[in-house]
């Protein structure tokens, strides 16, 4: 059965703090593996990686891909009390499907 | 980016009543759509896979009687929640895949989702 899972579940750290959300993942057909931001409602687009080993970068956010481990990562670096939310990591899988795991509640406080 | 717009964002209806849910592709076409529900404090469900002109692929223990859903166009997906009962009550999101070349293929963008209460 396919599935991912994020860990933490939960992570609450001060302004400033760097954190490090986890994502693993048993997918058959994998094709990619994507990273949603959500506050209240809509996840919104985060990244999308296909190769390994190669960082994608936005602002403070990065994250990176190691399909032999079946793995990633996502950074945020100096973090804000903007970047509070849930994190959802999702692995497409064959026929468009998205396959989500239960997601990281970050917490920052000021 | 590309828009998906969901309506109503908020509903609350008796025991036993249907109701709709629209999902809309603002600025793009989509022969796919996706149903997606969430718990609180849990992650999205895929629910089911929406179809432009034919049947809704449905995942494995999703009642496709009580959840029908109609692709009419390539811009507006629908979902009836049937009956609903208060165990329906969730947060129902949509999400659809704007053709490639308008963004990096297979990417979901997301509605900003329904919240049903069921009384």
């Known amino acids: 059965e396919d599935k991912v899972v994020q860990s933490p579940l939960s992570l609450v750290v001060h302004e400033g703090d760097t954190v490090t959300l986890n994502c693993s993942y048993e997918v058959t057909n994998f094709r990619s593996l994507l990273w949603y931001k959500q506050e209240k409602k809509a996840p919104t687009f985060l990244f999308m990686l296909?190769?390994?080993?190669i960082e994608k970068k936005s602002g403070r956010l990065s994250s990176i891909l190691d399909k032999k481990e079946l793995f990633s990562i996502l950074n945020i670096t100096a973090t804000q009390t903007g970047d509070s939310a849930i994190y959802l990591c999702?692995?497409?899988?064959?026929?468009?499907?998205?396959?989500f795991g239960t997601g990281t509640r970050l917490q920052v406080f000021p | 980016g590309a828009v998906v717009s969901q309506h109503p964002s908020w509903v609350i209806c008796k025991s036993g009543t249907s109701v709709k849910i629209e999902c809309r592709s603002l600025?793009?076409?989509?022969?796919?759509m996706f149903w997606y529900r969430q718990f609180p404090k849990q992650s999205l469900m895929l629910m089911a896979t929406s179809n432009e002109g034919s049947k809704a692929t449905y995942e494995q223990g999703v009642e496709k009687d009580k959840f029908l859903i109609n692709h009419a166009s390539l811009t507006l997906s629908t979902l009836t929640v049937t009956s609903a009962h208060p165990e329906d009550s969730s947060f129902y999101i949509c999400s659809a895949n704007p053709p490639a070349g308008r963004v990096a293929k297979n990417i979901q963008y997301f509605g900003a989702g329904t919240r049903l209460s069921v009384l």
């Open positions: 600025d793009f076409q989509a022969t796919t």
């Open positions: 999702a692995v497409e899988a064959a026929g468009d499907k998205l396959i």
């Open positions: 296909t190769s390994s080993g």
